[in-house]
């Protein structure tokens, strides 16, 4: 392999082109690294805490002894309350954009409204919520407040997904639908929604494991209690908000690396299944 | 004639559920500015974003906002994230795009979408009780510092950029590579001059999304700091504490009340704006790249 490349004459191209190859491949080895260095420092670090009374009992002195089960609770009624708020009109947003939208003003208007929500930091979205859901609306710190504000951080992440997922099923199969006979909604519910069903699903997951964990939103509008919620409007702290007391304010670090391993096992839980959902259905009409 | 209502009215709700995005960013900055809009009036833009001394809560004398110290501390450790996560994100985009096996490939990207999935808080918390120790005992200060603040970012960074570029290496042409190794030119060659440069706008738009996410990141950056509001002295010292605008909304907004609380959203109005302008940038640049590559 003599080659026409003309480097500065010190190293032939072959050395270069494996001296480079080396240093690609140890730069993706100590990517890999940094990743299973955090996850294996804290479970490590954690595990010795997580255990029955930790994951089921409540918190004594702030934190600092007993368990979280008020704060697992928390989270997931917040996570509950993101998805089905975001689920329904993010899909119906898709639904819109991929199968009714013409290329006008509105459609272009409602793209970048997507894309802008998508840019807003978290804080903003914490700030916001505060401001409208906690005061002005009057919900309080609560979990109503909390999960509507994740809604607006999970929204343009399940347009993205369904809108990718509902435009990857074929013309072919809308065409026979329509030719007959059957109306504009009775393909796009009939038949369109069940192919695009996996994809939907994967994304709606994805995007409420990704909201979950910003503190950010959560410290200004679910409130800190650390009482077992009875409402939607009784106030809640996430685990994610959990932690970051017990670490800033110093009050228990073992505490911190074992919610953080509980944090870490529930957004993991939920990466999984949305790839199982999408091992299991497969990609009926993959793009790929 | 019902069906054809029936039909109407599904547009219609499917036209609202879609309209409701905007509605939200809309609803954003009018509240944004409800609040914060008369601390901005009275203080004046100019004095608020480059006043150098932040003191809402005056003992004796007039309060003063002035949050120049903490526009540059946004800068400081976004810029910091980016010296460290470009190379190493670029690397392993080219990696996974050029010359990992399948199962190099399959790992390494599952390992990025976990890495994703990390709750920034849990990065902040490593980071206090590994990276700020660590900082202070082999670099000397008191370990909240840019640096710290810029690796915890970066860690943050890496997957999004590596996705991100991965993507924009694999859109390049296969004719691109295939004439330059034609031509006899080595991988790693042909890597560098030729598919690069092809992919050069859509890896621009991925570091300009990278700056804007960690501009907006609070958590992770907020542990470790160290959130004191000056610039650090001298202006290339890394080891020196700053407040990025984030940090001093999540810090303050729980105890802050009247002008110090309306002074706390007009910050969130300058994250925004500043935010959104790196948004804006990124799509500009890869839509400049639909024009022109393809």
């Known amino acids: ?288 | 004639m019902l069906a054809k209502t029936r039909e109407k009215i599904i547009e219609t709700v499917l036209f609202l559920s879609a309209a409701t995005a905007i509605t939200i960013v809309l609803l954003i900055l009018i509240f944004l500015l409800k609040e914060g809009l008369p601390i901005l009036m009275k203080v004046g833009v100019i004095d608020f974003c480059l006043g150098m001394t932040w003191n809402p809560i005056a003992i004796a004398g007039e309060p003063e906002y002035g949050i120049f110290p903490m526009i540059m501390g946004s800068i400081y450790v976004a810029i910091g994230s980016l010296i460290l996560a470009v190379p190493l994100g670029l690397a392993c985009a080219v990696f996974l795009a050029e010359i990992a096996p399948a199962w190099a490939r399959f790992s390494l990207k599952h390992a990025i979408e976990l890495l994703v999935g990390i709750p920034s808080v849990v990065l902040g918390f490593v980071g206090l009780v590994l990276l700020v120790p660590f900082v202070r005992d082999h670099f000397g200060g008191c370990g909240f510092s840019i640096l710290a603040g810029s690796i915890v970012l970066a860690v943050m960074a890496l997957p999004r950029i590596i996705s991100v570029s991965d993507d924009a290496i694999r859109s390049v042409p296969r004719a691109y590579k295939e004439a330059s190794l034609a031509l006899g030119a080595t991988h790693w060659y042909t890597i560098k001059k030729v598919i690069l440069p092809s992919a050069r706008s859509g890896i621009i738009a991925a570091v300009i999304l990278a700056m804007g996410n960690s501009i907006g990141e609070t958590m992770a950056v907020l542990m470790v700091v160290g959130s004191v509001a000056c610039l650090p002295s001298p202006l290339y010292d890394v080891l020196d504490p700053v407040r990025p605008m984030t940090s001093n909304i999540a810090i303050e907004m729980s105890y802050a009340t009247g002008d110090h609380a309306q002074a706390l959203f007009a910050t969130g109005i300058v994250l925004f704006v500043m935010v959104g302008m790196m948004t804006w940038l990124s799509h500009k640049v890869l839509k400049s790249k639909m024009g022109t590559a393809r």
């Open chain 1, 1 to 288: 392999m003599t080659a026409i490349t003309t480097t500065n004459g010190l190293v032939s191209p072959a050395t270069s082109d494996r001296a480079a190859k080396v240093g690609l491949w140890a730069s993706a080895v100590l990517s890999m690294a940094i990743l299973l260095f955090i996850i294996g420092y804290i479970v490590i670090e954690g595990i010795s805490v997580v255990n029955i009374p930790f994951l089921l009992g409540s918190p004594v002195l702030s934190g600092a002894k007993g368990g979280i089960l008020p704060a697992i609770v928390g989270t997931i009624c917040l996570m509950a309350v993101t998805l089905s708020s975001a689920v329904p009109i993010g899909v119906g947003a898709a639904i819109y954009l991929a199968e009714y939208a013409s290329d006008s003003v509105a459609t272009r208007t409602i793209t970048f409204g997507v894309e802008c929500l998508a840019g807003v930091p978290s804080i903003v979205i914490g700030l916001f919520g505060y401001a409208f859901l906690v005061i002005y609306l009057g919900f309080g710190f609560s979990i109503l407040s909390g999960g509507l504000a994740l809604m607006a951080m999970a929204l343009p992440w399940i347009v993205r997904t369904s809108e990718e997922a509902i435009k990857a099923v074929p013309l072919t199969v809308r065409e026979g639908s329509l030719a007959l006979g059957a109306t504009k909604w009775q393909t796009v519910s009939r038949v369109v929604l069940p192919s695009a069903i996996p994809g939907i699903v994967t994304g709606a997951i994805l995007g409420v494991g990704k909201a979950i964990g910003e503190a950010a939103v959560l410290m200004f509008t679910a409130g800190s209690s650390l009482l077992m919620p009875s409402s939607l409007f009784d106030p809640v702290r996430a685990l994610p908000y959990h932690i970051y007391i017990l670490a800033s304010e110093g009050i228990s670090n073992p505490m911190a690396y074992g919610s953080s391993i509980v944090l870490l096992a529930m957004v993991l839980a939920i990466n999984l299944g949305a790839i199982a959902i999408q091992a299991h259905y497969g990609r009926r009409y993959g793009r790929n």
